[in-house]
């Protein structure tokens, strides 16, 4: 009976062994496994601030064109596209001084929001006017005052149209 005991607790003691080697070997391919994802996270490509405010830039023209023309849908389409781009900058841009003015323009954003809701031409407009007035007012405060947005006078792409059909 001693020797069926002593048997199993050898017995034990081998196993448990085994799976603590087991389980450092794991350990040690796991952290290889950390530390390459990380490696690779650090080099994925994150759009810059410029990037950003290019989409931001064409969003707004379009936005225009699709308001004047009555494309409510279309408007409102625009709007959550500048509104993604912004939360885009605010989770990839962090690091970057200008991102504390942004809310400059969250104002004109909420009012050009409610034209489009209401579907006023009018208010559009004059709300329109308001957020390219608050993008140049945050390019002041943020030293990018050589930056100047403008109403467009011309769709600043000529494959889609901006007309309600």
């Avoid at 690779?40 to 225009?64: C, D």
């Avoid at 509104?83 to 605010?90: A, H, K, V």
């Amino acid at each position: 009976m001693l020797n069926t005991v002593r048997f199993i607790l050898s017995f034990t003691l081998l196993i448990f062994l085994t799976a603590c080697n087991h389980s450092k070997n794991d350990h040690v391919d796991l952290q290889h496994q950390v530390d390459s994802l990380n490696s690779r996270l650090e080099n994925i490509y994150v759009p810059g601030l410029g990037e950003f405010m290019t989409s931001i830039q064409l969003h707004h023209a379009k936005l225009w064109f699709a308001g004047t023309n009555g494309n409510w849908d279309l408007a409102n389409f625009e709007m959550e596209e500048i509104q993604e781009t912004l939360n885009d900058i605010q989770k990839y841009n962090r690091d970057r001084p200008e991102i504390k003015d942004l809310p400059i323009i969250l104002g004109p954003l909420d009012s050009v929001k409610a034209a489009i809701a209401a579907k006023n031409l009018v208010a559009f407009k004059k709300s329109f006017n308001f957020l390219t007035t608050g993008c140049n007012n945050c390019h002041q405060v943020t030293k990018h005052a050589f930056n100047i947005i403008t109403i467009p006078d011309s769709p600043p792409v000529t494959n889609q149209a901006f007309e309600k059909h």
